[in-house]
């Protein structure tokens, strides 16, 4: 039997974000992405970032937190979450800032292999959390049009469209991008 759990991510966490990160761009996004431009990711700049939001976080409620399972005979690293107080990459274009009292996810990820075992659902509610721990009072978070796996397991816990859309420009194509929300 497989137990899974979540705890801050450490330092040495970074390389195996990075690489949950890739696979699950690669595998979840390969219709929603450039082929290029996830072909393109370099593993080692991703994983310094990672070592960077690890260890020197913007502020105290910047957090990475990672999702382990834990079966017989080892422990995996299957998904982790970003998140912290809204900034501007959290705005829609020409919005204005939201508020000292939001929270947004830069990522919420899980990798395929190890999906619908709960741990998106563990990450999800270990982040709001410590959201409501740091007087937060919403949560938003952006995610592809094309994503309807993402899209739908956040509205199944209660996160809505808030009307906001944007589209980012990934190798010169537009990715249409659409905003949740949900009052903590």
């Given amino acids: 039997m497989a137990l899974g759990y ?40 991703i994983t310094r970032q990672w070592t960077e939001a690890i ?5 105290p409620r910047h957090r990475v937190l990672v999702a382990v399972e834990q079966g017989d005979q080892a422990q ?11 900034d501007e990459q959290a705005l829609a274009p020409d919005e204005p800032a939201l508020g000292a009292d939001v929270a947004a996810f830069t990522e919420l990820l899980v990798e395929p292999r190890w999906g619908r075992r709960g741990h998106g ?44 859309a944007r589209a980012l420009d990934v190798d010169d194509q537009l990715i249409d991008q659409l905003r949740l929300h949900t009052d903590l």
């Fill in 6 to 45: 979540v705890r801050p991510a450490r330092p040495e966490d970074a390389a195996e974000i990075a690489r949950i990160q890739l696979e699950t761009w690669r595998t979840a996004y390969r219709r929603v992405l450039p082929k290029r431009a996830l072909d393109r990711l370099d593993e080692a700049w």
């Fill in 76 to 86: 995996h690293l299957v998904g982790f979450a970003a998140s912290g107080p809204a």
């Fill in 55 to 59: 260890q020197a976080p913007p502020s």
């Fill in 121 to 164: 659902s563990r990450l999800l509610a270990a982040s709001v959390d410590l959201w409501r721990e740091d007087g937060l009072a919403r949560g938003v978070a952006w995610v592809y049009a094309g994503d309807a796996a993402t899209r739908k397991f956040l509205e199944s816990t209660g996160w809505q469209p808030d009307g906001a």
